[in-house]
Nanobody
Framework: QVQLVESGGGSVQAGGSLRLSCAGS????????MAWFRQAPGKEREGVAA?????????AYADSVKGRFTISKDNAKNILYLQMTSLKPEDTAMYYC?????????????????WGQGTQVTVSS
């Protein structure tokens, strides 16, 4: 059974930084891709960043976070990270970690069968 546990959320002022972590376990052999999604109240869940796990990193980012967020992973520890810098109030949301057997990094929630419970990020102006 795949388990994903997020941590690192919190409250920060605009312009600040946070690093989210996602500890994964129970992966079947078909898990290749991990991603971060977010959902603000009253809005649909949106993809933030995705990464293909392997020797070479292949990533995808939402336009809204390019240049500010960086996704990375520690394969040995099965931990996924999201480094967030230059945070804006519009980044406020619940952030979720997800995993998939995708071979190409993608940001469609429907492609990810495994999800964590989320960690809240609040950015104040």
């Amino acid at each position: 059974q795949v388990q994903l546990v997020e941590s690192g959320g919190g409250s920060v002022q605009a312009g600040g930084s946070l690093r989210l972590s996602c500890a994964g376990s129970g992966y079947p052999g078909s898990i290749n891709c991990m991603a971060w999604f977010r959902q603000a109240p009253g809005k649909e869940r949106e993809g933030v960043a995705a990464i293909i796990m392997g020797v070479y990193d292949r990533t995808a980012y939402a336009d809204s976070v390019k240049g500010r967020f960086t996704i990375s992973k520690d394969n040995a520890k099965n931990i996924l990270y999201l480094q967030m810098t230059s945070l804006k109030p519009e980044d406020t949301a619940m952030y979720y970690c997800a995993s998939s057997g995708r071979v190409v990094p993608g940001l469609a929630a429907s492609d990810y069968p495994y999800w964590g419970q989320g960690t809240q990020v609040t950015v104040s102006s």
